[in-house]
């Protein structure tokens, strides 16, 4: 847990706190949503517009059972690490979310832009799924899973919701190709704004090599993040079969993120998938489209129990996590409040979200009369009329 001076009580002071360390660059490249943002605010607005319906006095005991199962993996909580590319805003980056998980006792997402190996991570919190984009062809996408099964890998997800949509609002974020000179001069006043953010980085051996480990062809080197994400550019997206010839190469747990639609969940289990996660991707996907848990009533409705339902986007604290549950989530993901807290604290503020997050499922459970994360029902929350209207 983090130090008393550094703990803070709330995702929101995170994201402050975050917001005050990081060059704001950084700052802006994990916050903004694509284009005017519109589906990044309906994940939050969403949430707002579901009400919980507690009992007066029902009988509990002292303390509730906030752990499940998820990818054939324990958790202490419904709540793990969703998959989040380069993870500068912490030098130790996802190795630090592997701590701050591992000690909330969850697991977590890595995606294949991670910015540290996989074999770092496992080795610290060995409830690991591996994230994949179809970013490459066949053969080298099989290679590269294989490779992150290898090196600890418990699970693979496959995220399909990335159209590369353009400008954002608020600014694309100021990323450099490579941190060379005239980079570096470019970034200098924003960096140098937040000395304590780059003292940090000089503490742990010097900047971030923005390069992308669990992308190399085995025997070369890690290609630069850029150079991978081009590639990725260039590859036809995948169809159904491709998904379901990765499923079937995998054998082993296999959650695709990123669906939306019923009809797409269905595909999605008949193409194998023991997983999937409702999500649009933070909303940096195509701007325009629903909050994420508008969608989750008709996808577990289409699903029922012939796959794991998770859901992302949007989810800032306990009571987010509960009504999820309700409309028929076993879990969800977290990516900004994640990053915020790593930002925030390092390990230990990855650590607090998870904390402030458990607190708030409990206390939820607890208003609501039900001494389990798995006894949550749709009748525990209010949906108003409209709320998923053109998603059935
Ligand atoms: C900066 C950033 C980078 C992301 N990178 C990835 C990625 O590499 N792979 C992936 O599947 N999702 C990625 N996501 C999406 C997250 O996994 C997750 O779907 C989303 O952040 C959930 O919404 P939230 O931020 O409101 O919790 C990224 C999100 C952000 C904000």
Redesign the pocket.
């Known amino acids: 847990m983090a130090s008393t001076r550094d703990w803070f009580e709330s995702v929101a002071e995170a994201r402050r706190r975050a917001r005050r360390r990081l060059p704001k660059p950084v700052f802006m ?2 916050e903004a949503g694509a284009e005017a943002g519109v589906t990044r605010a309906d ?1 939050l607005a969403a949430f707002r517009e579901i009400r919980f319906a507690p009992p007066l006095l029902a009988d509990l005991p002292a303390t509730r059972d906030l752990r499940t199962t998820v990818l054939g993996v324990d958790i202490a909580l419904p709540v793990l690490a ?4 380069a993870q500068a805003v912490h030098p130790l980056g996802e190795v630090a979310v592997a701590i701050g998980t591992r000690d909330a006792g969850t697991a977590m ?1 890595l ?3 991670a910015s540290k190996p996989i074999a770092e991570v496992a080795a610290v919190n060995p409830a690991v799924f591996f ?1 994949v ?1 179809w970013s490459a062809d066949r053969d080298v996408l099989l290679e590269r899973a294989e490779t992150a099964r290898a090196r600890g890998a418990r699970a693979l ?1 496959v ?1 399909l919701d990335w159209s590369f949509p353009g400008g954002r609002d608020w600014g694309s974020p100021a990323i450099p190709e490579k941190l060379d000179l005239p980079a570096l001069a470019r970034l200098a006043p924003a960096g140098l704004a937040r000395p304590g953010y780059l003292l940090d980085w000089l503490r742990h051996g010097g900047l971030p090599d923005l390069t992308v480990p669990n992308m190399a062809r085995p025997g070369q080197p890690a290609p630069a993040f850029f150079a991978a994400y081009r590639e990725w550019l260039a590859v036809t997206p995948p169809t159904w079969p491709d998904i379901a010839w990765l499923r079937d190469q995998w054998r082993g747990e296999f959650l695709v ?1 990123g669906v939306m639609r019923p009809d797409d969940a269905r595909r999605a289990v008949d193409a194998g998938a023991t997983a999937i996660s409702v ?1 649009n ?4 996907n195509l701007d325009g489209t629903p909050g994420a848990i508008r969608a989750l009533p008709a996808v577990a409705a289409a699903v029922g129990d012939s796959a794991e339902i998770l859901l ?4 800032r604290r306990g009571g987010d996590v509960v009504k999820a549950l309700a409309l028929g989530a076993r879990a969800v ?5 994640c ?1 915020w807290g790593l930002a925030a604290g390092g390990p230990s503020g990855v650590r607090n979200v998870f904390g402030l997050l458990a607190a708030g499922i409990d206390s939820a459970l607890l208003a609501l009369g039900r001494d389990s994360v798995r006894d949550v029902r749709r009748s525990d929350v209010i949906v108003p009329a409209g709320f998923s209207d053109g998603l059935d």
């Open positions: 490249a994990i994940n969703s998959p989040v590319g997402g995606s294949e832009f994230q984009h997800i995220t993120k999500s991707h933070g909303g940096n992302d986007g949007g989810v993901m977290i990516g900004r409040p990053l």
